[in-house]
């Protein structure tokens, strides 16, 4: 499903945020990538949504080389993938309802079919009640749902989730978790980038450890080991 | 789908506009005042024009004939010269007319007065005064009456004495109007500079919502055409409300100007109404192709996610 091989990325002038990262993971799979700060995790988000580029290695995301892809095709992948960001990135002009109904409207996806979908995915992470209100009128556990659900309504394949409870207490912690763990149940690839020992360790699912952009460990059952 | 796109892009554009309202407002404002400056210009350009177009029409030509040339002889005169293009109007003033107007100038003059009582006849002959549609056609037409058939009719002309005045009424035109033109073109850079930096920082309080739209999966012209039509919307009202403000103060303007300058005719109202069109269309179209192209610039900086 996701193939990064021997991926290096430096960031002028000369950090190296990954050194020849080779990672795969397969389809159904459930992944956290931890490490410390500056250990290259988010960079692995952001060269997933080609938001940047490797200056080696390619990357492979459900059979496309988006080392190669051209500009006009970004938004088409980023469309496929579903991404889920600690400061949730939610339009603040725009309803709970507009802004999931926004990652569809995008596609032009007609406004009826609109109006089926997105209160059936407002229902699965259970903001059906809250759907006329503003980010700012929410809590942090609710808008990260509403980032989920964005994320979610083009049912991907993938589910890059970059600290998603990074800025959540611990109760809306464990909500947003067993979210993701549901999701994962349906069939979607959830990565999940993330610095919280208690999660990973909870989880007993693959870890990744990065250590200064290197892959450190890389355990099918694993634990926070840093 | 293309006008599914655009008409979505229409309903964002209008959604944004009303919930960013104080910042939609300030952009109207600022453009309605950058306007206003170039509006108060043209005011500026047809006062100057009628104050210079006023002193023109003062100016006129007299042909003084001898006295025994008789009046047919110049009507025929009269005739031709109507029928010069450059003529606007010939008046006729018979010696009667003169010899009462002399007397008249010059009632307090007791030597002249005794001087025309002595006198057995009228010693003045009949005159033609030649108003000109363009104070520069003045040479024109008087090399017409350079043909000694007529020439030999007249006694005297006063167009050498007045030669001067009218030479320095087209200069202080002529540099009135370069004067103008050059401030009329400062005046519309600095609006135009005005507008595209209030569209730039319009479009900068969008720079987050950009980066997100952009990290959703939306296209260039997604997340461009809403914001560019944001801007024409502003631009838009920024007319509306001009128009709105613009003709009280037109008339406020040309009742206290026609006071100041004594009578002198200043339609202020009659030349907007005139170049309606013109006026506000030009800067319509103006308005739609500045915040257009400062909207694509401003928002094409924060398209790179």
Redesign the interface.
């Known amino acids: 499903m996701i193939h990064l091989d021997n991926v290096t990325k430096i960031f002028p002038p000369d950090t190296a945020a990954l050194k020849s990262a080779t990672i795969h993971i397969e389809p159904g799979e459930f992944v956290s990538i931890v490490g410390q700060s500056g250990s290259g995790k988010t960079t692995i988000v952001r060269l997933l ?1 080609a ?1 940047v580029q490797p200056d080696e290695g390619s990357i492979n995301i459900g059979g496309w080389d988006i080392t190669k892809i051209k500009q ?1 095709q970004i ?5 496929q993938i579903g ?1 889920v ?1 600690q400061d949730f ?5 725009k309803t709970v309802f507009e802004n999931v109904a ?2 569809l ?4 996806v ?1 406004k009826s079919r609109i109006q089926t979908i997105v209160p059936q995915v407002l229902h699965i992470v259970d903001l059906t009640d809250k759907a006329g209100r503003y980010p700012q009128e929410l809590s942090g556990g609710e808008r990260q749902r509403v980032a989920i659900a ?1 994320a979610l309504i083009h049912r991907p394949k993938v589910l890059l989730a970059d600290e998603p409870t990074g800025n959540l207490d611990a109760l809306n912690t464990k909500d947003i978790i067993e979210l993701l763990l549901k999701i994962n149940e349906f069939g979607t690839t959830v990565v999940m980038v993330t610095h919280n020992k208690d999660i990973v360790n909870s989880l007993k699912r693959r870890v990744i450890t990065l250590d200064r952009g290197l892959v450190a460990q890389d355990q099918k059952v694993g634990k926070y080991v840093i | 789908m293309l006008i599914h796109s655009i008409t979505r892009g229409f309903l964002f554009a209008l959604q944004s506009f009303w919930r960013n309202i104080w910042l939609s407002l300030a952009t109207v404002f600022v453009v309605f005042l950058a306007l206003v400056s170039v509006n108060f210009l043209i005011m500026i350009n047809v006062i100057t024009d009628s104050a210079v177009n006023a002193v023109k029409d003062r100016v006129d030509v007299s042909i003084y004939f001898k006295p025994e040339v008789k009046e047919s002889k110049i009507a025929e005169v009269k005739t031709k010269l109507e029928g010069l293009p450059q003529v606007k109007e010939v008046i006729y003033k018979s010696p009667e007319e003169n010899l009462a107007a002399f007397s008249e100038r010059h009632i307090n003059d007791q030597k002249i007065q005794e001087t025309l009582k002595e006198l057995s006849g009228n010693p003045m002959g009949a005159t033609l005064v030649i108003k000109a549609k363009d104070i520069k056609d003045y040479p024109e037409i008087m090399r017409s009456l350079e043909d000694p058939a007529i020439s030999d009719l007249i006694e005297e002309k006063n167009y050498d004495n007045n030669q001067l005045v009218i030479d320095r009424i087209n200069l202080i035109s002529d540099n009135i109007k370069k004067v103008m033109m050059i401030i009329s073109l400062i005046f519309i850079i600095i609006a135009i500079l005005i507008v595209f930096n209030t569209v730039r920082v319009a479009i900068f309080t969008h720079q987050n919502e950009i980066s997100i739209m952009k990290l959703v999966g939306a296209g260039n012209w997604f997340i461009r055409f809403p914001l560019v039509f944001e801007t024409i919307l502003a631009g838009l009202l920024a007319v509306v409300a001009l128009m709105l403000f613009l003709y009280p103060v037109l008339s406020f303007a040309q009742n206290y100007l026609t006071s100041f300058f004594a009578g002198a005719s200043f339609d202020l109202i009659g030349y907007f109404n005139n170049n309606f069109i013109v006026i506000f269309g030009t800067e319509i179209v103006a308005v739609v192709i500045i915040n257009s192209i400062s909207a694509m610039v401003a928002i094409s900086k924060y398209l790179n996610v």
Not at chain 1, 75 to 79: F, H, T, V
Request: charged content about 30%.
């Open positions: 949504i938001e006009r938004p088409i992948l980023r469309r991404v960001f990135k939610l339009l603040p002009k926004f990652a409207q995008v596609s032009g007609p964005r």
